[in-house]
């Protein structure tokens, strides 16, 4: 009986050790591919800095722009075509996430997206570091309207940002209670702390805005029709659809050539501000996905990264903010805005 005894406790002390020991390599597998995956991230993000370098630098051969910083030479990177930029999606060449050309990784795979920011609505501009800001206000609204989203939101969003407008008193009676930070956003996730914003609002709204230094300028080579609304409110849906049809057979070279190709009236052209337009665009959203293999040599362990680059006029490219914590479906994580702070995945 004592041996059996002995036996038992032997097996169970045996177990215990063996189940100790897997979960001990499990761990140590886990922090390993964890430090992988952030290596292949980190490069990924800096394939994407490499590819708007090149696109600001070199004049493709055969190439029909003299180098505007206009991105036909990645979608030839990248496709080994010559056909034009997707400017109607915003992205440098099929570059997409899940969708353009996957890189073989020695135990797994990575997918790349390059997203034009300068196609969006910089929710920033309703703040009260941009002077325009109440005018600003009426060009949301508007894009609002065109998104199906209320209206009222264009006025929580710029009380938001307005100090004295009451609304702090507002966000008090909230579980739990918070203040409006009265600042610019350092981004759009922060969207949803505004009154009357809904999940489905955000979900038609967040490919449309982005948070980003007031003095950021709309590229309208590639803003969709719904932000070329907000231009002018002069601006009727046939200006806007020439200046999206237009673009398509060649880039606009300058404001100019898009008021001219379109042949805007006079009274169309009122109130239109050329300082907040450009032809080309400066800031750019690198989200890169690392898909590695388990021990098993499965591929069911996603590792994402979203990084925002600024371009500089020298074709400097430098890392504005960087998010290793969203997913496919999610871009609302606080963001690492100090480029130089180590990031670790969790």
């Known amino acids: 009986m004592q041996v059996l005894l002995i036996l038992t406790l032997l097996s169970l002390v045996a177990t215990n050790i063996q189940l100790a020991q897997r979960q001990s390599l499990d761990r140590s597998v886990s922090v390993l591919m964890r430090g992988q995956a952030r290596e292949y991230l980190l490069g990924a993000e800096k394939m994407g800095a490499q590819l708007l370098y090149f696109d ?6 055969g ?4 180098n505007t910083k206009f991105d036909d030479l990645a979608n030839q990177l990248w496709n080994g075509s010559s056909t034009d930029t997707d400017t109607d999606t915003g992205l440098i060449g099929p570059v997409l996430l899940g969708q353009g050309r996957e890189t073989e990784l020695e135990q797994g795979m990575a997918m790349v997206q390059v997203t034009d920011l300068n196609r969006r609505f910089n929710i920033n501009w309703l703040s ?22 209320n209206t009222a939101l264009a ?58 230094p007031v003095d950021m300028r709309l590229n309208v080579n590639t803003a969709s029709a719904e932000v070329l609304q907000t231009v002018s409110s002069s601006w009727t849906n046939d200006n806007i659809q020439k200046i999206v049809d237009s673009r398509k057979d060649a880039p606009f070279m300058s ?47 996603p590792f994402y990264i979203q990084s925002v680059l ?37």
């Not at 570091?129 to 309207?145: E, G, I, T, V, W």
């Not at 507002?170 to 759009?188: A, G, W």
């Not at 600024?310 to 606080?334: F, G, H, I, K, M």
Request: with cysteine.
């Open 56 to 61: 600001g630098t070199v004049t493709m051969p």
């Open 63 to 66: 190439s029909k722009y003299d």
């Open 128 to 149: 009260d570091q941009n002077p325009d800001a109440d005018l600003m206000k009426s060009s949301f609204s508007r894009l609002l309207d065109a998104l199906g989203i």
């Open 155 to 212: 006025d929580s969003v710029r009380n938001w940002f307005h100090q004295d407008s009451g609304a702090e008193y507002l966000y008090t009676t909230k579980e739990p209670p918070y203040f409006p930070p009265v600042m610019p956003m350092s981004d759009i996730s922060e969207l949803r702390l505004v009154d009357g914003m809904t999940d489905d609002f955000y979900d038609k709204l967040k490919d449309y805005v982005c948070a980003l």
């Open 255 to 301: 404001i100019d050539e898009m008021i001219n190709t379109v042949g805007f009236t006079e009274d169309e052209l009122k109130g239109l501000d050329e300082d907040m337009l450009t032809i080309n665009s400066d800031y750019f959203l690198v989200h890169a996905e690392v898909d590695l293999e388990d021990r098993l040599g499965r591929l069911n362990i």
């Open 310 to 346: 600024y371009r500089d006029q020298n074709n400097a490219v430098e890392l504005l903010s960087r998010n290793l914590s969203v997913t496919p479906l999610d871009n609302t994580a606080v963001s690492e805005t100090n480029t130089q702070t180590q990031v670790n995945i969790n």
